[in-house]
């Protein structure tokens, strides 16, 4: 069993620390590259290992689209979402023992106008959430986006969008809407419990206007992802979407903020090539 403490002081080693240890502890080659060093070096290696969080991944999607080789991401950001899909709530060692025991496996990528996404975009309410969230120090987990959330929700108001996709057509203000390829984000929101990142669809899920007390009271639920029988959730899969409005929209992908007056987001199947 590797060290997870600094023989030294007893402070306790970071997922980048321990997952570096692992390596050198099998004898494996590597490089280590800070964001500030990703290049075209990085085609030269058989994996791409990417320690952070959402953000990071999401930037990293988005510097190497195209990118075919196999990628693995161990946690080490606020949120986390996507590691906990494909790896849940393994230790460093286990997940280090199946990255180097398992074949990688396609994992579908979202593009919304031209970023790139995994987990998803959402739109309205959590879009003004991931706004005020621009430039702040972050705590682990959820407490971050729960503190916004509460922020937000006495005083966000809904916005009209016309939304369409496929031969369907609506026009109505909305209060969120989550476009998903995975099932959580947000530090542990499951917004689309259905989701599945390697079926080729997303997941959308457009929720009506709610005055404050309704919010409060379905927040919980929505946290859960037991919010998709409710009659104010409409629910449905989709593999292009488009969505306008007459005002900017704010919205986030993967966490990251992006406003526009139109969002055009569909799916590509199997784009990545994940070990999990």
Request: glycine share 10%; proline share 6%; hydrophobic share 35%.
């Amino acid at each position: 069993m590797l060290p997870t403490h600094w023989p030294e002081t007893g402070r306790r080693l970071s997922w980048q620390q321990r997952s570096w240890a692992c390596l050198l502890h099998e004898k494996i080659p590597a490089q280590v590259f800070t964001e500030n060093d990703w290049d075209e070096r990085m085609y030269q290696y058989d994996q791409v290992w990417i320690v952070g969080g959402d953000g990071t991944l999401n930037y990293f999607i988005n510097r190497y689209p195209g990118i075919k080789k196999p990628l693995c991401i161990f946690k080490g950001g606020t949120g986390n979402d996507f590691h906990a899909l494909l790896y849940g709530k393994t230790t460093v060692e286990e997940q280090f023992a199946l990255v180097l025991h398992t074949d990688p496996k396609p994992i579908d990528a979202g593009k919304c106008n031209e970023h790139f996404f995994l987990n998803g975009v959402g739109i309205g309410f959590e879009g003004a959430v991931a706004k005020s969230l621009q430039g702040v120090n972050k705590w682990s987990g959820k407490t971050s986006f729960m503190l916004s959330i509460l922020k937000h929700i006495f005083f966000y108001k809904e916005q009209p969008y016309t939304i369409s996709s496929g031969e369907k057509t609506m026009e109505a203000a909305y209060l969120m809407i989550s476009i998903a390829n995975g099932t959580r984000y947000g530090g542990g929101f499951y917004v689309a419990p259905l989701a599945r990142p390697d079926d080729g669809l997303l997941d959308a899920n457009l929720v009506m206007p709610l005055s404050p007390f309704r919010r409060l009271r379905y927040l919980p639920v929505i946290e859960k992802g037991k919010h998709l029988g409710l009659p104010f959730n409409d629910h449905s899969q989709t593999k292009k979407i488009h969505i306008r409005s007459n005002r900017p929209i704010q919205a986030h992908l993967d966490g990251e903020y992006l406003e526009s007056n139109e969002l055009h987001i569909e799916i590509l199947p199997a784009h990545f090539n994940f070990i999990f």
